[in-house]
Structure formats: structure tokens, C-alpha cells
């Protein structure tokens, strides 16, 4: 029962990685499928310890930079209801 949900987790962590980086517009999907079709096999030896230098292939969009602020509502014009 624990490898169906390693399996299951994997699976699931895959899947999300990939709708959240499609939905950011942050994944390449070219890549993707060269890698998943074994063309492009992924390189241990490139694998860096800083963080910093991950290459992502083009500069990431982060979604919150395209967020508006939330306008403010002036409740003072609404009627005070007390319960």
C-alpha cells in the first residue's frame, strides 16, 4: 500500500508541476517532450548546488507582477446593521 501512494504522490506532483508551469507560462513544453521522449535525457552532471544558477531555458514570468491592486471599498456609506 505505501509504493501505490509513493506512486500516486509522484504522479500527482508530476502532473501539478507541469499544469501550474503551463498556467505561469514558465514550462517549456518543447523540452518537456524531448526529455519525456528520452531525445533529451536528463544530465545529473549539470545539476548545480546553488539554487541560483537553475536555467529554466527563458526568464520565468511571475504571475503576481500582472496582479491588480484590490480596490478599497468605503464601507462608511453602508448602513451599520447590528445582530
Known sequence: MSEARALTN???????????????????????????????????SSMTVDSHDVHLGHSPVNPADQLQPTPQVDVSQYPHQQH
Open 10 to 44: 509522484f504522479a500527482g506532483n508530476s502532473i501539478a508541476t507541469l499544469v501550474v508551469g503551463k498556467w505561469t507560462n514558465t514550462v517549456d513544453l518543447d523540452r518537456v517532450e524531448q526529455v519525456l521522449s528520452g531525445r533529451d535525457p536528463f544530465d545529473y
